[in-house]
């Protein structure tokens, strides 16, 4: 069975400091992904990582993605307070295509204080 | 392009009371999904359809129903609501590239669900 583990689960920071989530993940997979979702609100995509040593930057986030260790990393630079949020990783449940959905972490709630 | 569109957005039901969710999208997806978020928790995919006609059961499938009669909608059912089933239901759609593979995912608003 699949599991995903995001840390931490709740962070509280300032504006400016530099922060990163950690994603580990259980089994081999191909694919994986970084949402955003702000309070009430949908699944927002920030990126799709698909394969080893993957890097992905928008902004003042950066993922990148280990499939040997089956980690994941989601680095917030300079933080701001519009980042605040909370951020769900979530991978692929099988590797070749994977039509049968996501496998989500527990969620990094996010608070930016100005 | 409305993309993928939830009604209702908001409901509450009485225990035993039985209940549609609607899904519907129209970017010609073959892939749907159904995902319910707990509170403090990440998505759990109850089920999901690579088709019309062809559905299968997710992590949390008990208590849920589903069928796929068009390739634009994927409904929900509901049929004896329990208050465990209060969430808030996301739905979502996906294809494959070229190559087969699966990474565009698209989720709807959501429907607020609460079972009292």
């Known amino acids: 069975e699949l599991k995903v583990e995001q840390n931490p689960l709740f962070l509280s920071m300032q504006e400016g400091k530099n922060y990163t989530i950690y994603c580990n993940y259980s089994?081999?997979?191909?694919?994986l992904y970084w949402y955003r979702q702000d309070p009430g609100k949908s699944l927002e995509s920030l990126f799709v990582?698909?394969?080893?040593?993957a890097v992905k930057q928008e902004g003042r986030l950066m993922a990148s993605l280990d499939t040997k260790a089956r980690l994941s990393t989601l680095h917030i630079t300079a933080a701001v307070h519009d980042l605040s949020a909370t951020y769900f990783c979530?991978?692929?449940?099988?590797?070749?295509?994977?039509?049968?959905?996501?496998?989500f972490g527990k969620g990094t709630h996010l608070i930016i204080q100005p | 392009n409305a993309g993928v569109t939830q009604t209702p957005k908001f409901r509450i039901l009485k225990i035993g009371q039985s209940m549609t969710l609607q899904c519907a999208q129209d970017?010609?997806?073959?892939?749907m999904y159904w995902y319910r978020q707990d509170p403090g928790m990440g998505l759990k995919l109850i089920y999901y359809?690579?088709?019309?006609?062809?559905?299968d059961k997710g992590e949390v499938p008990n208590g849920y129903n589903v069928s796929r009669s068009t390739t634009e909608d994927f409904p929900l059912r509901l049929e004896l609501a329990a208050p465990s089933q209060t969430s808030v239901y996301f739905c979502?759609?996906?294809?494959?590239?070229?190559?087969?593979?699966?990474?565009?995912?698209?989720f709807g608003s959501g429907t607020r669900l609460t079972v009292v």
């Open positions: 359809s690579v088709g019309a006609g062809i559905t």
């Open positions: 089994t081999t997979s191909d694919r």
């Open positions: 979530a991978v692929a449940r099988e590797s070749g295509g994977g039509a049968d959905g996501l496998t």
């Open positions: 990582l698909l394969s080893n040593g």
């Open positions: 970017m010609n997806h073959n892939y």
């Open positions: 979502a759609s996906s294809y494959p590239d070229l190559r087969g593979m699966n990474y565009g995912y698209t």
